[in-house]
């Protein structure tokens, strides 16, 4: 072909490609993981190290098998799959060496070997060789399934010429309405002419596989292109290189540049740089893209579920997504500056939140209004939308509370102990931040303001999962929150997160990113996340069965404005009462029934339990003695003495909060020291287990557990230590051979 020749196949090629462009331009790439279950059209592109085994020997045939049942899953119900598949050159190479050691062996002086270079066997003769028994494998696998296949093999020059590509889109098309699954793939038996292996400018060109796919899906308007290789996705860096991180969502304008490749695999012909070439272009002709690791486990399956498999590339016009790493790195660099801070810088970014919190009262009453709305029509219940209410009272008390959270940001650094080793050796402990805390917390959007302040006093960087009933009013606080952090640290130092998805893929992080997770909420919450968490510590509290104990020697007076408190004040709350324990001396009182009349004056559905079955049959009895109403309801029980009532508590209750009401000291001392729960109380309400209430300013939640906190978790709480020490050249050697001696002097 002369010059002018090779200038108007390139003239057809650029074409060609704004033709396509634009008959493609009525569909739009996904702008998020979860609108891949809608996709109709998809095209799976496998890489030869997907296909081949780990020694490039020949086929991996239970991979194949697995690749080729989930590509069923998705043609059977009712979508259409393109495949662009390599291996044919492996199973040509298998099969090629094989006649060629048969060979030499027949030969009387013929040379025989065992292993055959593959630089000794001719690339072409083995993907004719290969490609037809490829092809039989196909047809044999998707058969099992009842789906028909059809081979279409296309070189480079069939992109060149509008004749052939024209064929080549109505033939595709006509498959994939005909629930017929094309499998593609290069003619690698045949050469290239010198003129088509040169680059058009301004297209994609056809150089390997990666390239193909990306054509085809901008062909057929694929809605997914998921290209599969050996790698998980796109990293940084190279995977093997330290720091490297897997990128789960990929914006080619915003994030290209920070990209380090690698050297590509040695298996194949694309490297990283081919496929997000291929991706863009791919997202150009609005086609989602995911590249991923086909080895892994239902890769195809998951990817189109929307679960966060490989990277997921994001068009143009959409915001770059942030992975859950990356908001955790965030947080983690946030809260490094965030704790170099002054006290009164700190204590200073506290303040102007609250003013903000008020100064916006409006705008967090509009959201907060619309997020009750909402939740009604969702039918939620009167206890879950008391705890969504933000109104003015509310507000108010929040804001006191941060200020005195404010007051008490004088607490990093702090030396707890000092201690002489030896002559000019000097070991301190002193508190620094944990971290890194990831909170999740249901209904309350007061929640994120306090768990805000908290974070900010102690230094630490901060993730927030609230529930979905609260949305626009937790969006609305925490862009508040972020102004107030900008002027000093960046706004991520804490990231809101919107969806359960983000949530289990922290889950399945390590101390790396996050230090400790704190879940705010139901047992259920709880449990999943202790449940689910891989590798992070996690502090809270199970269920909140609260007790009280009216001993017989009560005072009658306190004893019913306490236990009116405790069931009554906020019965949704975690230290509400849920058992209400009374001696068995106090059953055929007075008093007994002024209570149960109370109860009943408030709407109060009372049960028996068991021993006071014995006494009476006007209660209904309870279902189960260590179970959490969180409502108007509430259990009564007899116990014969403060010793039988502890060993209820202990047995039945999820050491949260437990109160005795007695004027007898002994009873007092010993229900004290003998309740094994975070909170005992004298005299007193459950309910005054609070933060706010301690004088904490707030609490982050409440632990049950015996590590690190326990009982409401304020400021303190989110703080750890660490060891320094202050020498003169000293080494353990000095003292291993008496040269030094230990001093081991407590300075403080």
């Known amino acids: 072909m002369n010059r002018i020749n090779l200038k108007k196949a390139s003239w057809v090629y650029m074409n060609l490609h704004r033709k396509f462009s634009i008959t493609n331009s009525l569909q739009k790439a996904y702008s998020s993981r979860n609108e891949l279950k809608d996709a109709k059209k998809i095209v799976v592109k496998l890489g030869s190290a997907v296909i081949t085994r780990e020694d490039q020997s020949g086929i991996a045939l239970g991979r194949l098998a697995s690749i080729v049942e989930q590509v069923s899953e998705l043609q059977n119900s009712g979508k259409q ?65 009842g789906i028909e296949t059809a081979q279409v093999l296309v070189t480079k020059a069939d992109f060149q010429s509008e004749h052939t590509l024209s064929h080549l889109q109505s033939t595709l098309n006509y498959l994939m309405e005909a629930k017929i699954v094309p499998i593609l793939n290069t003619n690698d038996a045949i050469g290239y ?268 960087g901060l993730l927030l999962k609230g529930g979905s009933e609260a949305l626009n009013t937790n969006k609305v606080l925490h862009k508040l929150v972020q102004d107030a952090l900008e002027q000093y640290v960046p706004r991520e130092t804490i990231s809101l997160l919107n969806t359960r998805e983000e949530i289990n893929d922290l889950l399945q992080l390590d101390s790396k990113y996050i230090d400790l997770i704190i879940p705010r909420g139901s047992n259920e919450l709880v449990q999943n996340i202790q449940k689910n968490s891989k590798s992070i510590p996690v502090l809270g ?111 039945f209750g999820s050491n949260h909060t437990e109160s005795v009401i007695t004027r007898n000291d002994e009873v007092a001392e010993y229900f004290l020291k003998h309740v094994d729960s975070a909170c005992v109380f004298l005299n007193t309400s459950t309910r005054m287990a609070d933060g706010y209430r301690f004088g904490l300013g707030a609490e982050v939640g409440i632990s049950t557990g015996r590590l690190h906190a326990r009982g409401p978790v304020g400021v303190e709480g989110l703080l750890t230590t660490k060891w320094l020490i202050n020498g003169n050249a000293h080494t353990a050697s000095d003292f291993s051979t008496g040269k030094k001696k230990f001093l081991h002097k407590i300075l403080n």
Do not use: W
């Not at 303040?351 to 939740?375: G, K």
């Not at 001993?551 to 058992?579: F, G, Q, W």
């Open 81 to 145: 799959v393109l495949m662009v598949t390599s291996g044919a050159v492996a199973l040509g190479r298998q099969k090629v060496s094989k006649e060629l050691i048969y060979k030499s062996l027949k030969e009387p002086n013929g040379k025989t070997t065992q292993n055959i270079e593959k630089s000794a066997l001719d690339k072409k003769a083995c993907a004719a060789t290969g490609q037809n028994g490829l092809m039989s494998l196909y047809s044999s696998l998707f058969s099992q399934y």
């Open 193 to 460: 002419p010198p003129e088509f292996t040169k680059d058009v400018d301004g297209a994609l060109n056809i150089n390997d596989n990666d390239s193909l796919s990306a054509h085809l899906a901008s062909m057929v308007k694929s809605d997914v292109l998921l290209l599969m290789s050996d790698v998980n996705g796109v990293y940084n860096c190279p995977p093997d290189e330290p720091g490297s991180r897997l990128m789960e969502a990929f914006s080619p304008t915003n994030d290209k540049k920070s990209v380090n490749f690698g050297t590509k695999s040695n298996v194949g012909t694309g490297g990283m740089e081919s496929k997000i070439s291929a991706a863009e272009y791919a997202l150009k002709n609005d086609c989602s893209v995911i590249i991923c690791n086909g080895k892994q486990q239902n890769a195809i399956v998951d990817c189109m579920k929307g679960k966060k498999v490989g990277t997921f590339f994001t068009n143009d016009a959409v915001p770059s997504i942030v992975s859950v790493e990356n908001l955790a790195i965030s947080a983690r660099n946030g809260g490094r500056i965030l704790q170099t801070l002054t006290a009164e810088k700190r204590s200073k970014v506290i303040r102007d939140y609250a003013q903000l919190l008020l100064a916006n009262s409006r705008q967090i009453y509009e959201a907060n209004t619309l997020d009750i709305e909402l939740a009604k029509k969702n039918n939620l219940s009167q206890v879950l939308l008391s705890r969504l209410l933000l109104n003015e009272k509310k507000l108010i008390t929040l804001a006191d509370g941060m200020q005195q959270i404010a007051a008490n940001t004088n607490i990093l650094g702090k030396v707890l102990k000092s201690v002489q080793l030896a002559d000019e050796l000097i070991l301190k402990q002193v508190t620094v931040p944990i971290g890194v805390l990831l909170v999740i917390f249901e209904s309350r959007p007061d929640s994120l303001p306090q768990i805000c302040s908290l974070c900010i006093a102690s230094g630490n």
């Open 541 to 651: 509290h199970a269920e909140g069965i609260c007790h009280v104990f009216l001993d017989k020697d009560c005072d009658a007076e306190t004893a019913l404005k306490v236990v009116k408190d405790a069931k009554c004040d906020y019965p949704s709350a975690c230290n509400a009462m849920e058992t209400l324990l009374i001696h068995k001396d106090l059953v055929k009182t007075q008093l007994f029934e002024s209570i149960t009349n109370l109860f009943k004056s408030e709407n109060v559905k009372l049960y028996a339990g068991p021993n006071l079955q014995k006494y009476t049959n006007e209660l209904p009895p309870a279902k189960k003695l260590n179970h959490e109403y969180s409502d108007l309801e509430l259990t009564i029980e007899v116990a014969d003495d403060v010793h039988s009532a502890v060993e209820h508590i202990n047995k």
